[in-house]
């Protein structure tokens, strides 16, 4: 999309903004803080080229397999929003050379898998723009 400002003595500020579109100039708005009248303007693409996936999830499930990665997490999550917990725990392991307790999965992590079912509506590829 082309964007011009062209010369307009009957326009206030004696010139107008305009926008090529198919070949076409139209007038425009004049420009302020948001630029919601642009998005308006451009010119729609299919899905497939925006950035939607060849695909549709029926679902989506994440989950632990090792057990370091069950401790990594542990250990992540409580350095994040624990962190005097944290200290403790690290200075434990620094003395031991075994990880915290605390960390370790349950034994009920051993005889089946523990799956979290995240949304599968919310899976976009990389690039799309979303909105917040």
Not at 5 to 32: F, I, K, M, Y
Not at 59 to 82: I, P, T
Not at 89 to 95: D, I, K
């Amino acid at each position: 999309m082309k964007i011009r400002r062209r010369c307009n003595a009957t326009a206030p500020g004696g010139s107008v903004l305009q926008a090529e579109r198919a070949g076409v100039w139209h007038d425009l708005p004049e420009p302020t803080e948001s630029l919601e009248w642009l998005e308006e303007l451009a010119p729609r693409k299919p899905d497939l080229e925006v950035g939607a996936l060849p695909f549709r999830p029926l679902s989506f499930r994440d989950c632990m397999l090792y057990e370091r990665h069950w401790v990594q997490a542990a250990r992540s999550y409580a350095k994040r929003f624990m962190p005097a917990a944290y200290h403790l725990a690290r200075a434990y392991e620094l003395l031991s050379r075994r990880a915290f307790p605390a960390f370790r999965p349950d034994a009920l992590w051993r005889r089946q898998p523990i799956y979290y079912f995240g949304n599968h509506m919310n899976i976009v590829p990389s690039g799309t723009l979303v909105r917040q």
